[in-house]
């Protein structure tokens, strides 16, 4: 038998969460800190998913190094993009005013 970090009281060593607090016991573990959660956090918040890559317990150091290289690269591509629709937004103020801009 353990106690809860946080309000001291038994809990089961099998268990995820504090029955009496609701204290996640371990940390690093929970649902958004596995492959699909990463992946779907991933897709939502791009490269500021890597925190969760990192602190994850559920995924291996190869794994987590593939998705870095992955949100990495993801990153680029997203500073390519707005460089690239800036300059195209650059390119048609300046035929919309005649080039006097
Ligand atoms: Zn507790």
Known sequence: MNNCPR???RIDETDHYCRHCGKSLQPGRGFLFSHTGIILMALVLGPFALPFVWFSKLIGPAAKWIYT????????YLIFLLYHSYM???DAVQVISGGFI
């Open 88 to 90: 195209l937004m650059r």
């Open 7 to 9: 309000c001291k009281n």
């Open 69 to 76: 290289g992955i949100l990495a690269v993801a990153g680029v």
